[in-house]
Structures are given as structure tokens and as C-alpha cells.
């Protein structure tokens, strides 16, 4: 069997618009696929031509089946899209989608006609044995058009031991040249899966049934030795978990065989600020162990919106471990939220002004946003208050959901954070800072996002100079508040 296991592009919201790391996904995939078949990697995200060239590139290798990862609401549109493209050109091949997205949307994707079968949950057991077996009746974990109706198999219990696991086959996509972040090679390595917490918006959660399972340290380092032997160790290596700081003790562990290799390579983490300042001493550890950037969720300084968004922890918390992390050298990458239900159009303002004071080095501004699979989703649905059906504006960045502000007034807060986070004199000055992972982390994402954040001073300079020339508006955004909530 010829299997070819693909990377959608489509929409590139949020920072995708500015690089992308390794897939990951599919890599792993690949490494439980490759006994059974010849499989083939494709990264379309950068490749030239549409969604009609791609499909007609891969049907013309020859493929018995394509499976197509969906992990996100912006790749769902050019993922069915390619599958129907793929199909008018050869009915023959069989096309499987698979991720979180298309987990909770299995029967909507195989409704479009052109999609075979979807893999629910967890895929490299599932895709093992589909190409093995070659076929789906009877294989846990699949969803399948049998004929003319769909066909749900039973659930696949969850991998107790994530060790069981292989690694990546990264051979298979030997140029790798694009997975960077500015001038440094980013890899991804995952430590763990799931998250015990339960945040509205987030599907994460339900996708691992409420449960948050960890590799061993010493499966962990061997990956990490697996990349340093690969591609030498000036890179970072980005913990691509959901949680990494759940098992604060493990962390520790982490860190102390990461100081014993000695290399230069760096690390980022997603982690909860309220773990983080619970132990404090950890934080010291990660400092030492070259941990140059945490993505943290900041979210809002609203804490009537942070409690009926079920967040768990508290804005104070979160502001102290951002003092905490910078205080061991390591930079912050802070994901903030606009719009969450209930949210007025003034909260909107105040958690839009509060964000270039969280003291956060690079900035993530997403509008919050229903994804399937999240309780957000399903209350939004229940409730009527959706008011987007495509799935290509589920982007991140607009309204999709009743009460929240227009796209336009919603655009204006956005650029004025991102304006004044990276145009403000704090910003600049940090960028002449001593501080070494600091430092990096500023310049890097400085460099990255320097055409945009012109943009933006361009666009901010001439809306000024029209200003004077407008008619007045019949109602104005409410004023921003600048102090620090």
C-alpha cells in the first residue's frame, strides 16, 4: 500500500502567518504506518499552487489511500476541498481524515462526499491497523461511508502508556529548512497528552476524555538525544503539550537531565502560571536548563470572565508568574482573549488595554472563538448564538458568536494592543536587555513580526491623518483603560 499522510494549509491564522513548526502529527503517524506501507509525508503549508494542483500532484504519485490531519476549524475547508479534488481525479483512492476538528465533526466530513472514512481520537493504533487490515469495518476508532450510509465503529481506549508510542519519523521529511522561528531551527517533541483542566473554550479536554497521560523522563530524553544527534543542538525544542507543567515533580526531573547533557539547545513549554508559581523552585530549574519561552495562558484581567470561563486560576497568580519566569531569564509568550459570552463592550476595552501592561514579551491575541469539541461550542450551538456556518471564519480573530463587538471595532483593539505592546518604549528598551533568553525571545519575535507590526504603524499613522477628515461616527469605542487590572 501507498499511503501519503498530509499537513493541510488552507486559512494560516494567528502566528501561521508567520512561521510553522515541524507536523508533527503525521510524523508520528508515519513512524506506526511505515511496516505495513510505503508512506509518503507532504507538508503543503508554503507549497505553491491551490487546492486543485496539490490534488492533482498527489493523485498523479499514485496513492492507494491520503490521510489528512484536521486540528483546526482553518484547515477544515481546504482539507474536505482536496479530498473532493482528489476524488474527481481518481475515485479509487481512499481518503481518511483525522485530528481533533475531525473528531467531533465525523459526520459532517463524511457528509461532503468525498471523505472515506474519519480516524476519532487518538490515530496511530487506528491508522496501523487500516493498513494492515486494509480496511475499516471492525477497526476501533472509525468513523465510514459503508455505501450510502455512515458507519460509527466502536471508541478505541486511550494509550495508557504514551511510551508505547514511537517516535517520529522525521527521515521522512528530510528538507526541514522551513520549521524555524527567526533564526532558530524549531523542532517539536511531545512529553505528554490531555489536560485535566476545563476551560470553556478548549477543546483539549474532551478529545482526551479528561485525562492527562505523561511519556517516562527517560522516554522524553531519548527523543531530545534523538534530535541533538540528528540535527546537532543549537535549535529549540518546543514541549509541544497541551500541559507540560501538570506534574510540576516531573518537570524538575526534566530539567535536571536536560542540565546534565550540556548542550545549547533551548526549550519552550505551554504551562498554566498558576502551577508554575506554586513551585517556585522548579521555575529556577527550567532557568537553568535553557528554558527560553513559556506560552502561558493570560487570557483576561477580568475575573468575573476568568471564573465563568472555568480558567482555575486567578489574574494575580498569572501576573506573578510572569515576574517569576522573567525572573530566571525566561521569556513569556502570553495568549490573551477577547470577546468570551457575556463579555461587554467595555470589558472587551479594559482586557484590550491590559494587555500591553501584562508584561508579557511576545503577545497572542485571539477572539474567542466556539471550536467543536469544546463546551463553548456546544452551549453556543444549543443557545443559537453562532452567527458564522463557514468554518474558514473561525479563524481566531473574528466574531463568531453573538454579543461579541464587529469585526471592525473588534480589528481596532487588537492592532492598538499589538501597537502599543510593540511599539512602546518598554518594549524597545527590553530589546538592549542583558538578560540573555530574554533578550532572544524580544529580538526573535521582533524579527518575525516586524513587517506586520510596520503594517500596523502605517495603517495606525494614516487612519490619524484621515481622522481629522471622517465623519464623526455615530457611536464611539469606549475609551481604553491603560492602567495595569
Known sequence: MRLFLVMPTGLRAGYEKFFWTSPLGIETLAAHARDHA??????????RGGVEAHAAWLAAQGPDMIGVTVNSAPHTKYSVALARAVKRLDDGIRVILGGQQATFLADELLATGGVDAVVRGEGEFTLEEIVRTGGFAGVAGVSWRDGGRIRHEADRPL???????????????????????????????????????????????????????PKSVGRVMAEVDDLMERYGDRMVIYFADDSFATDMRRVEQLCRAIVERRSNAYFWCQARGDALVAHPEVVAWMGKARFAAVLMGI???????????????????????????????????????????????????????????AGADVVQITVATPIPGSELYDRAK???????????????????????????????????AYLKTY???????????????????????????????????????????KRPFARRPAAALPSLRTEKA
Open 38 to 47: 510505503e508512506v509518503t509525508l507532504v507538508d503543503t503549508r508554503g507549497r
Open 382 to 416: 444549543a443557545d443559537g448564538l453562532l452567527t458564522a456556518h463557514d468554518w474558514d471564519a473561525f479563524d481566531f480573530g473574528s466574531p463568531t458568536m453573538l454579543g461579541q463587538l464587529p469585526k471592525p471595532a473588534m480589528d481596532a483593539l487588537l492592532h492598538r
Open 159 to 213: 494509550i495508557d502508556d504514551l511510551d508505547t508510542v514511537r517516535m517520529p519519523a522525521r527521515d521522512l521529511l528530510a528538507d526541514r529548512s522551513g520549521y524555524r522561528v527567526g533564526a532558530y531551527r524549531v523542532e517539536g517533541l511531545e512529553t505528554s497528552r490531555g489536560c485535566p483542566h476545563r476551560c470553556s473554550f478548549c477543546s483539549v479536554r474532551n478529545f482526551h476524555r479528561g485525562r492527562w497521560r
Open 299 to 357: 487570557e483576561t484581567p477580568i475575573p468575573r470572565l476568568m471564573a465563568e470561563a472555568r480558567k482555575g486560576a486567578s489574574i494575580k497568580q498569572i501576573m506573578d508568574a510572569v515576574d517569576l519566569l522573567h525572573a530566571h531569564d525566561i521569556g513569556v509568550w502570553g495568549t490573551f482573549v477577547l470577546g468570551l459570552p457575556g463579555e461587554t463592550p467595555e470589558e472587551t476595552a479594559a482586557s484590550a488595554a491590559f494587555i500591553p501592561t
Open 423 to 465: 511599539m512602546s518604549g518598554r518594549f524597545f528598551r527590553s530589546l538592549l536587555s542583558r538578560r540573555t533568553n530574554l533578550n532572544r525571545l524580544r529580538r526573535t519575535a521582533f524579527r518575525v513580526f516586524g513587517r506586520w507590526i510596520w503594517y500596523l504603524a502605517i495603517e495606525g499613522a494614516v487612519g490619524l491623518l
